[in-house]
């Protein structure tokens, strides 16, 4: 039987639909009309304005100091679940495995609003170290899974074969278990890191006035500040975007 | 291994992640429903005495219809999200494994860019002086005065094309799995192709879909971020009521009462999928894999 050409349309109609306001927004951002649909020339005025704005250096710090330090937490903490997970099958581990599936399904407002309270009713200042705390609490969930999945490939025997040939726990975990897991770690702590740079919702309710992150900063720019700008923003994010990946499938092509 | 040392390791292992989620998950969590029986005091903060009044001022006008819009584009937009993404799904699974990875890739490139971006971008594309509304004008399927933006449509269009990939994704993965033999037995049985689809290829990706609806639907209940940006204020949610209440009245009672109901909402189909993931886990335990 001819195969339905129907399948090929809806596969096309989303890629045009996941990639349309993308190119929209690339060519807004060298028009030099404010909003305009036509055309009034090409220009890179958005962009200059762009980098004489002081306060973004400041949020693009503040970014990456919460991104380092929860993923440097997280991955700890999430890999340490993932060793408990795979190790035993317990009713304890049920309820370990429930713990770290649940933060994966609530959504984002939900942890940003029960994080804010809890802060609130413990009188902690908000600020850096609450949305640190925060992203620590949702990176350990996607740390865990990630891990576990190369947890599954791991043969349990040689540990216990070099245990049995006199290693110490410390050194098996060193030498064998932590270089066959690297894999899984480095790929769940660049989501963690991922997901820390990209979140707003959780962190717009636990930050305070001076810890704005970039997703803070774009946003308060898409309440008050010039759309053109954020055009133009919105295209260099797009840009490193391309190239973190560009270079992440190089690395990865290497190693092989 | 003596079993009590087995089970201190056990415990070493478990209690800094557990503690962790405990102590910034499950108690914040219940904090929120507890603190949705407390009154409000007038500075902003939370009163001391229980009460059930936040419940009762659930039913006052504005509620009923922000939590019906929820559900109802949560629905809508999960559906339009699986019904896009079977035949997309069995698209892709059908290529050659080369093809499937590139457009794989494809799917999920703009998924990299920053959430908030990705919607900024939707609203510069319908804005009303943007090139789509001028085409849409002068191909007469829009007037001049009407509005793209800053309706529900366009909190659904939006929604759709947040949650649409994490649709798409797992129901491929169920379709690559799937065994085309099966299709083409059911058209040497006689069956008609629309028939084979829906009687041999659903019921083959199940898993996949409803992994799909639970990925879409939950998140898609907690909108917040979509609709204060796409949306006007006919077009609000549970989660900008809720972001109001902290912020705009700070009337943290509210906000909890509100989160408390989300929470329930969430829960659900939550506990479903858990359940059957557990049952899965124990059957291929049981099997010894």
Redesign the interface.
């Known amino acids: ?1 001819k ?2 050409k ?3 349309f ?2 096309a ?3 045009v ?6 190119v ?2 690339i060519a ?1 951002s060298f028009n030099a009309s404010r ?4 055309w009034k020339g090409f220009t890179l005025h958005w962009y200059s304005r762009l980098f004489a704005d002081r306060n973004i250096w400041h949020a693009i710090t503040n970014t990456l100091i919460i991104a380092a330090s929860s993923t440097a937490v997280s991955i ?3 890999t ?2 993932a ?2 997970l795979y ?4 009713k ?5 495995n ?6 994966l ?7 940003g ?6 802060f ?2 413990l009188s902690m200042g908000l600020g850096l170290f609450t949305i640190f ?2 992203h ?2 949702f990176s ?2 996607y740390v ?1 899974m990630v891990v576990l999945g190369r947890f599954q490939d791991f043969d349990y025997s040689i540990l216990e074969a070099a245990l049995d040939l006199g290693a110490s726990w410390l050194t098996a975990v060193r030498r064998i278990l932590i270089p066959f897991l690297m894999p899984g770690i480095a790929a769940g702590g660049l989501l963690a890191f ?1 997901l820390s740079m ?1 979140d ?2 959780i962190t ?2 636990v930050s305070g006035p001076d810890s704005t992150t970039l ?1 803070l900063y ?2 308060s720019m ?1 309440r008050h500040g010039s ?1 053109s700008v ?2 133009a ?2 295209v260099i ?2 840009a490193l ?2 190239i ?2 560009f270079i992440s499938k190089k690395l990865l092509e290497v190693r092989k | 291994m003596s079993g009590i040392k087995k089970k201190r390791n056990e415990m070493l292992l478990t209690i800094p992640s557990a503690g962790w989620l405990i102590l910034f998950f499950i108690i914040p969590t219940v904090l929120v429903v507890a603190m949705a029986f407390r009154n409000a005091d007038p500075y902003g903060g939370i009163g001391d005495s229980w009460t059930l009044n936040t419940f009762r001022d659930l039913g006052n006008p504005d509620y009923p219809s922000i939590i019906w819009r929820t559900f109802w584009l949560s629905l809508v937009s999960t559906a339009v999200c699986i019904v896009t993404a079977i035949p997309a799904g069995y698209y892709i699974s059908r290529l050659t494994r080369r093809y499937q990875n590139i457009i794989l890739l494809l799917v999920i490139v703009p998924f990299w860019i920053n959430f908030l971006i990705r919607i900024f971008a939707w609203k510069v594309f319908l804005h009303p002086e943007g090139l789509f509304k001028q085409i849409l004008v002068m191909l007469h399927i829009s007037s001049p005065e009407s509005l793209l933006l800053y309706r529900t449509e366009a909190v659904l269009i939006v929604i759709i094309y947040s949650y649409l990939p994490f649709a798409l994704l797992p129901i491929y993965a169920a379709a690559e799995k799937f065994d085309y033999h099966l299709l083409e037995a059911a058209y040497d049985l006689g069956a008609s192709r629309l028939q084979a689809f829906v009687r041999v290829f659903i019921p083959g990706i199940r898993q996949g879909l409803l992994t799909a609806v639970i990925v879409v639907f939950i998140p898609a209940l907690g909108s917040y971020v979509i609709p204060d940006i796409v949306g006007g204020p006919s077009a609000e949610m549970i989660g900008n009521k809720i972001a109001q209440r902290t912020f705009v009245d700070r009337n943290l009672p509210h906000a909890s009462a509100l989160s408390a109901l989300l929470i329930l909402a969430v829960l659900l189909p939550a506990a479903i999928g858990m359940t059957r993931r557990f049952f899965k886990e124990k059957n291929s335990a049981s099997l010894g894999i």
């Open positions: 039987m195969r339905s129907f399948p090929l809806v596969t109609g989303i890629l639909f996941f990639y349309l306001p993308i929209i927004v807004q909003f305009g649909g036509a700890v903490l999430g340490l679940a060793f408990a190790r035993y099958r317990t304890l581990q049920i309820g370990h429930m713990l770290i599936y649940l933060p399904v609530i959504p984002d407002i939900l942890m609003i029960s994080l804010l309270l809890f609130v009713s705390l925060a620590v609490t350990i969930s865990a991922t990209d707003f919702v717009f309710f997703p774009i946003y898409m759309p954020i055009n923003l919105s994010m797009i975007t391309f973190i990946i």
